[in-house]
């Protein structure tokens, strides 16, 4: 067999080698890579579809973005590609979710289509990367054309090596820089590299046979040569214990290429003999395709068996979704986003059974989500009955809220407020107006009963002087043992004083002033502080007070959980967000404690 064959790999045989970046276009490179280099420049190539699956549609949009922005674009096209079609299909899932969930208004003459609110981002993200990688590849031609140029030079150059050399002339040195300087001159067309290496080789040949009478040039070149062969055959005999087949072939492709690339031509003794190892291990390498699809058909058999265990979880949160709470839906809906995410995480399954898998994945959520949206369908006619029950407990109470017949009014205004409780929710949008509308009813009752019937009782300034001794005595507490106890003592006394003169109705604000400083020095929560002898109406408050509270500390640590999610090492360990999670941490405690102290409140405790 010829030289020129030794370093042919069979067609059928062949693998791609894998680059980091795309083959956009047909081109070869002839440089070669230091010896060092051999077990880790082919590389398998990853799997990025995994990945991308994982990201929702903004992040999907924003790594777009991101690819259009380098400026050298135009090398990502598999990688945008990727997120492209990826973002494609998710705006068509939104787009039928809501199609599915609002079908709109549809006449004869009007048919409404939803659009999707990201579709123009996505459509002019597109033209920008066509423009770049159309730009890229004028770039690329352009290079193509200068490298082509400096190999013809080089050709040029070892044929007057040979044919015009003066005297004197090192051979070695200058063929030794003829060499590098090929293979670093860059890559050219496919088209132009055949001809062009074949020209090269033979002017090569041709200066070898110029040689032939200079023995101990052709015993060192020939010497180096084989060394570079028996480095590519050790390296050769490794991949065949690679675990990784894939990996192995992707290599083995590699290794031919320096095979016929850099390690000839070697001594007439040694080129067969090299070949044929090196063949002979090639051989038992690709045999080894059928572990790859055995590899690959159990992976898919074991995504399989995961996919259909998911879909089995989201079939019974449907099923388990009759006559359950709120509370039930919202667990439900977050645990079903996690199910929606491992599913698209997980890899291939068998293609035989892929679509059907798909379907029954996009059936059974469209199941679950029918059947959540018949409950709210439901909730909302149940909270709609709750809202016309409360408005007549409101206009009952307006009737009689200047009412002076206490004996009748004040066991119905007790009575109204027993069954405002009773009731069940109404719609979030008018939840805080009718609470308002019922409670100025109510107060309005009480303010006038207290107020008639403690008039002639209550000395006003006689109240005004305990007060104010009270609020002397809170201004000297400190925050030794026992302040706390004390502090409650003096609310509590507080309480217990009635009215005091318009004019001198400061006092309160100063109280409350130095309660909340008093509180804060003796670090405790105002509404952990025991108190007695509130009134309904100071018990409504404070209770609307915590609930308010307990809302506004929700939000902030959601939100504060919320962030941590943008960060790729979002775990206690990172320095950068220890005050974080020691913030969210003392929310939590806070709430916890706020929502214990509403319930003692309710229960009466």
Same mark, same amino acid.
């Given at each position: 067999?010829?030289?020129?064959?030794?370093?042919?790999?069979?067609?059928?045989?062949?693998?791609?080698?894998?680059?980091?970046?795309?083959?956009?276009?047909?081109?070869?490179?002839?440089?070669?890579?230091?010896?060092?280099?051999?077990?880790?420049?082919?590389t398998?190539?990853?799997?990025?579809e995994?990945?991308?699956?994982?990201?929702?549609?903004?992040?999907?949009?924003?790594?777009?973005?991101?690819?259009?922005?380098?400026?050298?674009?135009?090398?990502?096209?598999k990688?945008?590609?990727?997120?492209?079609?990826?973002?494609?299909?998710?705006?068509?899932?939104?787009?039928?979710?809501?199609?599915?969930?609002?079908?709109?208004n549809?006449?004869?003459?009007?048919?409404?289509?939803?659009?999707?609110?990201?579709?123009?981002?996505?459509?002019?993200?597109?033209?920008?990367?066509?423009?770049?990688?159309?730009?890229?590849?004028?770039?690329?031609?352009?290079?193509?054309?200068?490298?082509?140029?400096?190999?013809?030079?080089i050709?040029?150059?070892?044929?007057?090596?040979?044919?015009?050399?003066?005297?004197?002339?090192?051979?070695?040195?200058?063929?030794?820089?003829?060499?590098?300087?090929?293979?670093?001159a860059?890559?050219?067309?496919?088209?132009?590299?055949?001809?062009?290496?074949?020209?090269?080789?033979?002017?090569?040949?041709?200066?070898?046979?110029?040689?032939?009478?200079?023995?101990?040039?052709? @015993?060192?070149e020939?010497?180096? /040569? *084989? #060394? $570079?062969?028996?480095? &590519? !055959? =050790?390296?050769? %005999?490794? +991949?065949?214990?690679?675990?990784?087949?894939?990996?192995?072939?992707?290599?083995?492709?590699?290794?031919?290429?320096?095979?016929?690339?850099?390690?000839?031509?070697?001594?007439?003794?040694?080129?067969?003999?090299?070949?044929?190892i090196?063949?002979?291990?090639?051989?038992?390498?690709?045999?080894?395709?059928?572990?790859?699809?055995?590899?690959? @058909?159990?992976?898919?058999?074991a /995504? *399989? #068996? $995961?996919?259909?265990? &998911? !879909? =089995?979880?989201i %079939?019974? +949160?449907?099923?388990?979704?009759?006559?359950?709470?709120?509370?039930?839906?919202?667990?439900?809906?977050?645990?079903?986003e996690?199910?929606?995410?491992?599913?698209?995480?997980?890899?291939?399954?068998?293609?035989?059974v892929?679509?059907?898998?798909?379907?029954?994945?996009?059936?059974?959520?469209?199941?679950?989500?029918?059947?959540?949206?018949?409950?709210?369908?439901?909730?909302?006619?149940?909270?709609?009955?709750?809202?016309?029950?409360k408005?007549?407990?409101?206009?009952?109470a307006?009737?009689n809220?200047?009412?002076e017949?206490?004996?009748?009014?004040?066991?119905?205004?007790?009575?109204?407020?027993?069954?405002?409780?009773?009731?069940?929710?109404?719609?979030?949008?008018?939840?805080n107006?009718?609470?308002?509308?019922?409670?100025?009813?109510?107060?309005?009752?009480?303010?006038?009963f207290?107020?008639?019937?403690?008039?002639?009782?209550?000395?006003?300034?006689?109240?005004?002087?305990?007060?104010?001794?009270?609020?002397?005595?809170l201004?000297?507490?400190?925050?030794?043992?026992?302040?706390?106890?004390?502090?409650?003592?003096?609310?509590?006394?507080?309480?217990?004083?009635?009215?005091?003169?318009?004019?001198?109705?400061?006092?309160?604000?100063?109280?409350?002033?130095?309660?909340?400083?008093?509180?804060?020095?003796?670090?405790?929560?105002?509404?952990?502080?025991?108190?007695?002898?509130?009134?309904?109406?100071?018990?409504?408050?404070?209770?609307?007070?915590?609930?308010?509270?307990?809302?506004?500390?929700?939000?902030?640590?959601?939100?504060?959980?919320?962030?941590?999610?943008?960060?790729s090492?979002?775990?206690?360990?990172?320095?950068?967000?220890?005050?974080?999670?020691?913030?969210?941490?003392?929310?939590?405690?806070?709430?916890?404690?706020?929502?214990?102290?509403?319930?003692?409140?309710?229960?009466?405790?």
């Amino acid at each position: 067999m010829s030289e020129e064959k030794t370093a042919e790999i069979p067609a059928e045989e062949s693998v791609e080698k894998p680059t980091e970046e795309p083959a956009q276009k047909d081109v070869v490179n002839s440089t070669s890579v230091p010896e060092e280099k051999i077990k880790s420049a082919a590389t398998p190539h990853q799997n990025e579809e995994t990945a991308v699956a994982q990201l929702t549609l903004s992040q999907t949009l924003k790594e777009m973005e991101n690819i259009v922005n380098k400026d050298n674009a135009g090398t990502f096209f598999k990688q945008f590609n990727l997120l492209k079609d990826h973002a494609h299909h998710l705006i068509h899932e939104e787009e039928a979710k809501e199609k599915q969930e609002n079908p709109g208004n549809e006449t004869a003459e009007v048919a409404t289509e939803y659009v999707h609110r990201d579709s123009s981002k996505l459509s002019g993200l597109i033209h920008i990367f066509k423009e770049k990688q159309d730009e890229y590849h004028k770039k690329q031609d352009a290079e193509h054309q200068v490298n082509l140029a400096t190999r013809q030079s080089i050709i040029d150059r070892l044929k007057n090596l040979y044919t015009n050399s003066e005297p004197g002339v090192n051979f070695f040195k200058e063929m030794r820089s003829i060499k590098e300087a090929w293979q670093n001159a860059g890559q050219v067309a496919k088209s132009e590299f055949k001809l062009l290496n074949n020209n090269y080789f033979h002017h090569l040949n041709q200066f070898y046979a110029m040689l032939e009478m200079n023995k101990e040039y052709r @015993e060192q070149e020939f010497a180096h /040569n *084989l #060394e $570079k062969r028996l480095h &590519i !055959i =050790e390296r050769a %005999k490794e +991949l065949e214990n690679e675990p990784m087949v894939q990996k192995a072939l992707n290599e083995l492709q590699y290794l031919h290429k320096l095979w016929k690339e850099e390690a000839e031509p070697v001594a007439e003794e040694f080129r067969e003999k090299t070949w044929e190892i090196f063949k002979e291990i090639s051989d038992k390498i690709h045999e080894r395709k059928s572990e790859l699809s055995s590899q690959m @058909e159990a992976e898919q058999t074991a /995504n *399989l #068996e $995961k996919k259909n265990k &998911i !879909i =089995e979880e989201i %079939k019974q +949160l449907a099923d388990h979704g009759k006559d359950v709470s709120h509370s039930y839906w919202q667990n439900a809906i977050k645990k079903i986003e996690e199910l929606r995410s491992e599913f698209l995480k997980t890899g291939s399954v068998p293609r035989k059974v892929s679509n059907q898998n798909w379907d029954a994945f996009k059936q059974n959520l469209r199941e679950f989500n029918s059947k959540k949206n018949d409950f709210y369908k439901n909730l909302k006619g149940s909270q709609q009955k709750n809202f016309e029950e409360k408005m007549k407990l409101i206009e009952l109470a307006k009737e009689n809220m200047h009412s002076e017949d206490w004996e009748t009014t004040v066991p119905l205004f007790k009575k109204l407020q027993e069954d405002w409780k009773k009731i069940g929710h109404v719609p979030r949008s008018q939840t805080n107006k009718i609470w308002e509308d019922f409670r100025e009813a109510c107060n309005t009752f009480f303010n006038n009963f207290r107020e008639k019937n403690n008039a002639t009782t209550d000395n006003w300034k006689d109240n005004f002087i305990r007060k104010n001794a009270l609020l002397e005595e809170l201004k000297t507490i400190t925050d030794e043992d026992g302040s706390v106890e004390k502090i409650e003592q003096i609310k509590t006394a507080w309480n217990a004083i009635g009215k005091v003169p318009k004019e001198k109705l400061s006092i309160n604000t100063d109280f409350n002033k130095t309660l909340r400083e008093k509180l804060k020095l003796n670090k405790i929560n105002e509404f952990d502080l025991k108190e007695e002898g509130l009134s309904d109406t100071q018990i409504t408050d404070k209770a609307r007070k915590i609930k308010n509270q307990i809302a506004d500390l929700e939000a902030e640590i959601a939100k504060l959980e919320n962030n941590l999610g943008f960060f790729s090492n979002s775990s206690k360990d990172n320095p950068l967000l220890k005050d974080t999670f020691q913030n969210i941490e003392d929310k939590k405690a806070l709430l916890e404690s706020l929502k214990q102290n509403l319930h003692h409140m309710i229960v009466g405790e």
